[in-house]
């Protein structure tokens, strides 16, 4: 069965200052993730994927994530935070082929101080 | 961009009362999903819909809840008699088989709230 772990359930960071979200997966074949961000009262937004080739990945909003086979991880990553960043981040792992569920980690809040 | 959309933002119900939330998903996609997250708790699958059939369902989805693609363009997910526990926030989430590798496109949201 394929399971996502985020450990971290709040992290405060200050404007500027990097961020490192955590995620741990466990998946039978070759995983497909995702980081996904929500905003307070809004849907899903899709901010990186990652599948094959480069294990590093850029997406949009200047984050990055890394993806460590032997570690089983998926970190999100940001240089300098933005107020905006705050909201809840979540991982998440599927199939390759299309049709798949997907299944999420439980979320990191995160909150931005000034 | 295109992108899903939901319907209505926000439906209040009485317990055992019939809801069916409505999703137009992206026009060319071919696989449609419902996942559901409950207040403060993480995302989690409901189903997966493709050629007029289930693809998919999780334990949650029992027979209080139905599917269906009543014409060419919406989505729906149906619950039959409502329950405390259903209160929740749905989404809607499309994707297509000739993109991006099962990537998911997500709608703002359902939120479901019995009373």
């Known amino acids: 069965a394929q399971s996502v772990t985020q450990p971290d359930i709040h992290i405060t960071v200050s404007e500027g200052a990097s961020l490192e979200l955590r995620c741990n997966y466990s998946y039978g074949a070759t995983p497909y993730l995702f980081w996904y961000v929500q905003s307070p009262g809004q849907g899903l937004q899709l901010l990186l994927k990652?599948?094959?080739?480069?294990?590093l990945v850029q997406g949009i909003k200047g984050f990055e994530a890394e993806f460590k086979r032997s570690q089983s991880s998926f970190n999100l990553r940001k240089p300098s935070v933005h107020w905006s960043d705050a909201a809840e981040y979540f991982c998440?792992?599927?199939?390759?082929?299309?049709?798949?569920?997907?299944?999420f980690g439980g979320g990191t809040r995160v909150l931005v101080k000034p | 961009e295109p992108e899903v959309t939901q319907t209505p933002s926000h439906q209040v119900t009485q317990m055992g009362q019939e809801v069916i939330l409505r999703c137009v998903p992206i026009?060319?996609?071919?696989?449609f999903y419902w996942y559901r997250q409950i207040l403060g708790q993480k995302v989690e699958f409901l189903v997966s819909f493709y050629n007029n059939e289930i693809s998919e369902k999780s334990e949650i989805f029992d027979d209080q809840f139905s599917v269906e693609r009543p014409d060419g363009s919406n989505f729906t997910l149906k619950i039959r008699s409502t329950k405390l526990e259903d209160s929740a926030m749905y989404f809607c989430?499309?994707?297509?088989?000739?993109?991006?590798?099962?990537?998911?496109?997500f709608g703002p949201g359902t939120r479901l709230t019995v009373l």
């Open positions: 989430a499309s994707s297509d088989e000739k993109s991006s590798y099962n990537e998911q496109f």
């Open positions: 990652y599948f094959s080739g480069d294990t």
């Open positions: 998440a792992v599927g199939a390759y082929a299309a049709g798949n569920k997907l299944t």
């Open positions: 026009s060319n996609h071919l696989y």
